[in-house]
Nanobody, 123 residues
Framework: QVQLVESGGGLVQAGGSLRLSCAASGPTFSSYTMGWFRQAPGKEREFVTAIRWSSGTTYYADSVKGRFTISRDNAKNTLYLQMNSLTPEDTAVYYC????????????????WGQGTQVTVSS
């Protein structure tokens, strides 16, 4: 059984940075794609970024390209999301997710989810 636990959220001023972590447990993740999604109040959950665990190939939403960086630590089975130049529009609950299907921007294609961590960016 795959378990994902996010941490690192918080309150930050616009222009600041945060790093989110997602500790993954379960099987080996070499065949998985791991992703980050976010959901703001009253909005649908949206794709932020994803990474193929084995190859490290990354994918980004246009809204975060150049500001956010996804990475993983194979030894620690941990996924990271480095967020720079944050704006109030980045305020949301951020979720870590995993899928064996392959990279996708669709939340419905991810089988496993963490509980989410709140990121609030003040202006």
């Amino acid at each position: 059984q795959v378990q994902l636990v996010e941490s690192g959220g918080g309150l930050v001023q616009a222009g600041g940075s945060l790093r989110l972590s997602c500790a993954a447990s379960g099987p080996t993740f070499s065949s998985y794609t791991m992703g980050w999604f976010r959901q703001a109040p009253g909005k649908e959950r949206e794709f932020v970024t994803a990474i193929r665990w084995s190859s490290g190939t990354t994918y980004y939403a246009d809204s975060v390209k150049g500001r956010f960086t996804i990475s993983r630590d194979n030894a620690k089975n941990t996924l990271y999301l480095q967020m720079n130049s944050l704006t109030p529009e980045d305020t949301a609950v951020y979720y870590c997710a995993a899928t064996t299907i392959g990279p996708s921007v669709s939340a419905g294609r991810y089988m496993y989810w963490g509980q989410g961590t709140q990121v609030t960016v003040s202006s």
